[in-house]
């Protein structure tokens, strides 16, 4: 099993551009999960799909789409990037509704915006 | 509202001494409690969790934590440090119910030889 894997590991964007981080689970999990990653700020919810079918906003969702293409794939879009959207960004997979409840989460993919 | 607290920012042990690492957490009703830790430039890896049950929870690399519900507190232990323990260590809590996890900003852990 890969667990959850992300692309592109690093990126550099000017600001404007646009981009998709990449997700994906082999683990068949039911919920999907994308974060952002500060110093001193810990992990901050952008935005998160309870099911396939569904998305929900998180802390800090503005600047950010998302779209669950399906069980596997739950891929985040910058459409604008900005200066303030430079973090390291985490992909994380649950099994729901058994009792398991914990995460499992990507490597990251590291955003730069110049 | 949700929230973790985790009031350290760094903490310094020596290796072989026991080690804490403090959390607290606010939230309604039935509280689902987590401990992650972080080893550079990696993802965030569970270590354990307080679901329901015996307060005293035993988890990965000799980790445990106590869940204390009057105290709304839930502090990682471990009797013995070791210096590969040092890494970065979130508490994480999501309400029963729910589907969101909130995090706390993190801990970083010292072990020194």
């Known amino acids: 099993n890969a667990g959850v894997t992300q692309t592109p590991k690093f990126q550099v964007l000017k600001t404007g551009q646009s981009m998709t981080l990449q997700c994906a689970q082999d683990?068949?999990?039911?919920?999907m999960y994308w974060y952002r990653q500060d110093p001193g700020m810990g992990l901050r919810l952008i935005y998160y799909?309870?099911?396939?079918?569904?998305?929900d906003k998180g802390e800090v969702p503005n600047g950010y789409n998302v779209s669950r293409l399906n069980k596997r794939e739950f891929s985040l879009r910058l459409e604008s990037a900005a200066p303030s959207q430079t973090s390291v960004y985490f992909c994380?997979?649950?099994?729901?509704?058994?009792?398991?409840?914990?995460?499992?989460f990507g490597p990251g993919t590291r955003l730069t915006v110049t | 509202a949700q929230s973790v607290a985790q009031p350290e920012d760094q903490v310094n042990v020596a290796e072989g001494n026991p080690l804490t690492v403090k959390c607290t957490y606010s939230?309604?009703?039935?509280?689902?409690l987590f401990w992650y830790v972080q080893y550079p430039n990696r993802g965030l890896q569970f270590l354990l969790k307080?679901?329901?049950?015996?307060?005293l929870v035993k988890g990965s690399y000799g980790f445990e934590a106590e869940f204390n519900k009057s105290q709304t507190s839930f502090h990682l232990k471990k009797p013995s440090a070791l210096v590969s323990d040092s890494a970065l260590y979130f508490c994480?809590?999501?309400?029963?119910?729910?589907?969101?996890?909130?995090f706390g900003t993190g801990t970083r852990l010292k072990v020194l030889a």
């Open positions: 994380a997979s649950s099994e729901v509704p058994t009792l398991t409840y914990e995460q499992y």
């Open positions: 683990m068949n999990h039911n919920s």
């Open positions: 799909s309870a099911s396939e079918g569904t998305t």
């Open positions: 939230v309604s009703g039935n509280p689902y």
């Open positions: 307080y679901i329901t049950g015996d307060n």
């Open positions: 994480a809590v999501r309400a029963s119910g729910t589907y969101k996890y909130i």
